[in-house]
């Protein structure tokens, strides 16, 4: 789902998207569900009076009890009831605008394959937040599976009857009756179009391939439709494309859908074969988002301008015939399964289409939202199997779970990764799916995905993995070097276990080695034989693992301005010799404290660290941004900006600050501005450092001393760090000496 005011942007479609779907599988609302099967739903619907906001239809359901019953209960929405007849009698039934309850006279029993009809009238509702439901304007009459408020969020409810949950699935059979130049498209393959009288076509479609309730289609305008065919060489056949438009809208359909065969083409390859007999779009005046009805999206019209700007919605909606309508997550709580595998989807079309830089730069764009605001927008850090149900269509997870599936990409590789995830689709197609699920399938293809899913799915947060020291030793002919790594958490419960990271090194000529390492707890040391001297070492430079960290780097031979804003620097070169290699690492955690100078408190939420090759070459200025508003492009620095001991903020009382390496103690930097962008309390503005220098950069506030005596050494007694910490810190006694105190 997607919901919005305004024209929207294409990251507004991707992060609001198509859909509240949610999963209570142990709700009452699917108890029924382990009494009763339903086998198959046939909706006759009269739309001749659709202009008047009213319908007729009738649903006879096949169904097949599990125990013996005596009655049996749908979801309806008020709707009329006009009569339900069973084996051609009338048959009394209760029903109080939500839930219909129908008495049968007599038993029917176990395993038994029975049918009802149910005859009603009315007119369709939508949701009271205006997203999901039946919409009838403008000469369209569609559904939304869903709705945005709703309890339960499905929606199927709202125009026939049925088992309104994600567990029961069942086939489809439609008959359409409509008018005025009208047809109608719904799930599945066109049966027939049947002239009814003047100006009457009855429309009758039918899907094979079971589908829970929400899943369910019927859109009804002048529609026709764009014939295409895609020839899926994993099955040697042609699968239909239907893409229906309202004439005049056909045009800018085909071109705005120009990449759709390649979208198909890359999700094949990825996921496996497209187990749908059709796939198809159909156009809907709702521009407030799109649905992903299995062979029917319903596809906002505004997006389908002639362009391919909303192309990556295109493709989000077609990924989840894989993940979503073919595979679902077993509960609401952990939509990462299908929603984060749909945004993911997003950069897989990307990368088929467009090449693996597009790939990374829309990766980089999604990582660093991720670190910035899923938090905010969430209310908190979730496990991506526990997110609460409030948040559960918010950015951890959309937009977290893509994040983290890069990572398991990664993890795993490439051709394990897409083979694994071949093997779910396989072996959880047409059915539902959990988290512990997905890690027990990976296992038991080979895979060691424990380490992972406790890591990445199964706690909140975000590890961070940066290089604190690392020591060369010439030995003849080669070098021995010593690496220490340093792990901090960004959110997390726990320290990190069995993660493969790369390090880099680079020696003075630029030559470059690479290495693989696999890290685990809070720091550990590694040693290489190497056969450069390296004078630069940097770790997950590939970024094929997305920590709690933010970073670019780049071989600079001009002057000029780097705008580096996904590493929240700006970079102006103003001389240089020959060339430099630059890296800065925008760290979204807390830096580790030996030392800070006397009533600082450092920023706990993020510093940066400058290193390179031939940095001597290169004179110039670093720009820090502080920002402590509330709004979507501050919370950056709001722990630091707040009222301390009575003494109310103010921008005055910022300073930077410096340090040349992990070992050193910090110290305000010696040469920089503060420019304030509007007033000194408003917690904007930024910080330059007047001069390049590689080490390290963080904000820090002045603070006041407060019942401290006078004549108390100046130098620290003692060091406890970090601060926040997880379950481990450093009590440092360096300075400790007990003639101190007085």
Not at 75 to 87: C, G
Not at 243 to 249: I, R
Not at 391 to 414: C, E, L, P, Q
Request: with cysteine.
């Amino acid at each position: 789902m997607f919901s919005f005011s305004q024209f929207p942007t294409c990251k507004e479609l991707h992060q609001n998207h198509d859909h509240f779907i949610s999963q209570f599988k142990s709700g009452n609302e699917s108890l029924r569900s382990d009494t009763v099967n339903i086998i198959n739903y046939t909706i006759y619907m009269d739309f001749t009076d659709a202009d008047a906001g009213t319908i007729a239809a009738n649903c006879e359901i096949k169904f097949s009890p599990l125990i013996s019953i005596n009655s049996i209960s749908f979801d309806l929405l008020q709707l009329n009831i006009d009569s339900i007849l069973y084996h051609g009698n009338q048959i009394s039934y209760n029903y109080n605008d939500t839930l219909i309850v129908a008495q049968f006279a007599t038993t029917v029993n176990a395993g038994v394959n029975d049918s009802l009809t149910i005859y009603y009238n009315g007119a369709p509702q939508t949701d009271p937040s205006g997203w999901g439901g039946f919409y009838m304007t403008g000469g369209y009459y569609y559904n939304l599976g869903v709705g945005f408020e709703s309890d339960p969020h499905n929606y199927g409810r709202v125009w026939h009857p049925c088992f309104d949950n994600f567990v029961e699935r069942a086939t489809y059979h439609f008959e359409i009756l409509t008018d005025d130049g009208n047809t109608a498209y719904c799930n599945g393959t066109r049966d027939n179009v049947i002239s009814a009288g003047t100006d009457s076509l009855l429309t009758i479609w039918t899907l094979n391939t079971e589908i829970p309730s929400y899943l369910a289609s019927v859109a009804v305008s002048s529609y026709t439709h764009v014939n295409q065919n895609f020839f899926s060489t994993l099955q040697s056949q042609n699968i239909p494309m239907w893409l229906a438009a309202q004439p005049s809208d056909t045009n800018n359909l085909k071109l705005s859908f120009v990449h759709l065969p390649d979208a198909m083409s890359s999700f094949e390859n990825s996921y496996g074969p497209f187990v749908w007999e059709r796939l198809g779009y159909v156009l809907v005046p709702f521009n407030a988002g799109a649905m992903e009805h299995a062979t029917n999206i319903a596809y906002p019209l505004l997006t389908v301008n002639g362009t391919t700007a909303y192309e990556d919605l295109m493709a989000h909606e077609l990924s989840h015939h894989w993940w979503g309508d073919w595979v679902t997550c077993e509960t609401a709580e952990e939509m990462w399964i299908n929603e984060g595998m749909a945004k993911y989807s997003e950069h897989l079309f990307n990368e088929s289409v467009y090449g693996y830089d597009e790939y990374m730069t829309l990766m980089r764009a999604n990582h660093y939202d991720v670190l910035h605001n899923a938090h905010i927008s969430d209310s908190g850090y979730y496990a991506l199997n526990a997110v609460p149900v409030k948040y559960t269509y918010g950015d951890h997870s959309y937009n977290k779970g893509a994040d983290v599936i890069h990572t398991m990409r990664s993890y795993f590789g490439d051709a394990e990764f897409f083979d694994a995830l071949q093997s779910v689709q396989n072996t959880y197609g047409g059915g539902n799916i959990s988290s512990e699920e997905f890690m027990s399938h990976f296992n038991s293809l080979g895979l060691d995905a424990t380490s992972f899913f406790n890591a990445w799915i199964f706690q909140p947060g975000f590890a961070n993995f940066s290089i604190t020291d690392f020591q060369v030793t010439p030995s003849g002919s080669v070098y021995n070097v010593s690496v220490i790594v340093d792990q901090k958490m960004k959110g997390g419960a726990s320290f990190h276990q069995n993660v493969p990271l790369e390090i880099t090194f680079m020696d003075a000529d630029w030559n470059t080695v690479t290495e693989n390492i696999t890290m685990s707890g809070d720091y550990a040391a590694f040693n290489f034989t190497l056969p450069v001297n390296p004078v630069f070492a940097g770790i997950n430079l590939n970024e094929k693992i997305n920590d709690a960290t933010t970073a670019l780097h780049e071989h600079i031979t001009a002057t000029g301005l780097f705008l580096w804003n996904y590493a929240n620097v700006r970079l102006v070169v103003t001389e240089i010799q020959d060339s430099a290699f630059v890296r800065i690492e925008h760290n979204w955690v807390y830096p580790d404290q030996p030392g800070a100078p006397d009533n600082i408190q450092i920023n706990q939420s993020r510093y940066w660290n400058v290193h390179g090759v031939d940095l001597d070459n290169l004179e110039g200025t670093l720009r820090f941004e502080y920002n402590g508003k509330t709004i979507p492009s501050g919370n950056l620095d709001n722990n630091l900006m707040v009222d301390i001991a009575g003494q109310t903020f103010s921008e005055d009382s910022l300073v930077l600050l410096y340090r040349p390496d992990d070992h050193a103690d910090w110290q305000i930097h010696s040469d920089y501005t503060v420019n304030y962008s509007g007033s000194h309390t408003d917690k904007g503005g930024y910080m330059t450092a007047n001069f390049f220098a590689a080490g390290q950069y963080t904000f820090g506030y002045r603070t006041t001393s407060a019942g401290m005596k006078e004549n108390m050494n100046s130098d620290h007694l003692y060091s406890i760090y970090p601060n926040p910490a997880d379950d481990s810190l450093v009590i440092d006694l360096t300075n400790w000496n007990p003639e101190n105190l007085h």
